[in-house]
Structures are given as C-alpha cells and as structure tokens.
C-alpha cells in the first residue's frame, strides 16, 4: 500500500532557530499535501495545502512567512518552521494524496519541542 | 467553526462487545468520510471510508453508517477488543472529481476496551 515517510519523528530545537521536517512519498506520486498540525487531546488542524510545483495554500491564521511549505517534487513536500518560539510546540503531520482513487496517506508526525 | 463533530471525548467498552463512535457534520457539501485511529505520537491510520452515494460499508469488524439526512455517521466495532483501544478520529471532506479534497477532522474519541 501507499506510504508516507515523514522525517524527524521528533526534534528538539532552540527558540530562535529553524526546522525543516520532510515527508516523502514512497511509492507513488502524491499531487497534493496536506500538512496538520495536533494540540495536546485537540483535533488535527490543517495548516496548508500544496500541490506539486505550485505555492501553498495556507489556511486562515496560519503566517506563511513562519511555516515555509515546499512542495518540490511529487514525492517530496517539505515544511520549515522558521525562528520557532516555543509556542510552535506541537505534533505536525503531512498527509499525501494522488486523487480520489488512492484516499489519504498520512506521514507518522514530527513531534517539536522548541527550548 | 467545527464541520465534524465528535460530542463523545471517550468511550468504555468491554472486550467481545460492540462500540459504537459518533460523528456529526454540518456541511452539506462533504461526500467522503473517513475513520481512522491514532495513537499518541503516531499518523492516523485509516481504518474505513464511505462514500455519500451509500448509507453502509462494512470492512471485518468495522463498519461505518451514514446518515444524510441527519448529517450523521457512526462507526461499529464488534467484537471490541483491547488492541482497539485507540482514539478514533473522524474525518470528511468535499470532492471535485477526482481530485480529492481537504479534511476536515472532529476531535476524536478516545475508545477504551477493556477485558
């Protein structure tokens, strides 16, 4: 089946400092990326939506300045947490997709603690 | 704004017993939905999906209702067993063709099932 390789599965960084968290689809070709983003018992929220060669999407309230999306190639999207603060603490997820054929491929999280 | 709703934060179910999880939406225009299950620090991983053209999709021991006219979903699992216990996230999205759509999760249940 499809896989999603999402590196780091956790990081610990420095205020100030930048992150870069990548996520590789394996075996096949993923159009569209979904990047998440889950609080502690809360919902996965969705931060942006990237298709392949194109800028991302990012939804209301997320700074694109802060969370860098780059969707390069169709088997690799990455996202760059830039001059992260700890509030940026969280658990990311990047979720893959090919079309309606091949659902929804998740990555397995990046967990950042920014110190 | 929370399209998908999961009222019920957790559930307790004795091992062989069914579960049942709810999901509520508000979109009209959602005509895919998900399930799937998560553990702390790990991706969803997609357990069953149905599409809006049907009221039932039965995989194993899961399966998943829809109903339009509620704006509801359930997903049953029977029998229960421990290693089900999980948190059940579920999920939908609006679809153009083939191309599939952003999801939108609720905030999920935390199944407990116990010997």
């Known amino acids: 089946g499809a896989v999603v390789s999402q590196h780091p599965s956790r990081v610990i960084c420095k205020s100030g400092t930048s992150v870069k968290i990548e996520c590789r689809s394996l075996?096949?070709?993923?159009?569209?990326m979904f990047w998440y983003r889950q609080f502690p018992k809360q919902s996965l929220m969705l931060m942006a939506t990237?298709?392949?060669?194109?800028?991302?999407?990012?939804e209301q309230g997320v700074e694109k300045d802060k969370f860098l999306i780059n969707h390069a190639s169709l088997t690799l999207s990455t996202l760059t947490v830039t001059s992260a603060h700890p509030e940026d603490s969280s658990f990311y997820i990047c979720?893959?997709?090919?079309?309606?054929?091949?659902?929804?491929?998740f990555g397995s999280g990046t967990r950042l603690t920014v110190v | 704004d929370q399209q998908v709703k999961q009222n019920s934060p957790s559930l307790s179910v004795q091992e062989g017993r069914i579960s049942i999880l709810n999901c509520d939406y508000t979109?009209?225009?959602?005509?895919?939905f998900l399930w799937y299950k998560k553990y702390p620090a790990e991706g969803p991983t997609f357990l069953i999906s149905?599409?809006?053209?049907?009221d039932k999709n039965e995989d194993g021991r899961f399966t998943v209702f829809l109903n339009k006219s509620a704006k509801h979903l359930s997903l049953h699992i029977v029998p229960s067993q421990p290693g089900d216990s999980a948190v059940y996230f579920c999920?939908?999205?609006?679809?153009?063709?083939?191309?599939?759509?952003?999801?939108?999760f609720g905030r999920g249940t935390q199944l407990t099932v116990w010997p």
């Open positions: 990237s298709n392949e060669g194109s800028k991302a999407t990012y």
């Open positions: 999920a939908a999205s609006a679809n153009r063709g083939s191309t599939l759509g952003r999801l939108y």
């Open positions: 979109n009209s225009m959602f005509d895919y």
């Open positions: 979720s893959a997709t090919s079309g309606v054929l091949y659902g929804y491929t």
């Open positions: 075996d096949f070709q993923a159009t569209t």
């Open positions: 149905i599409s809006s053209i049907k």
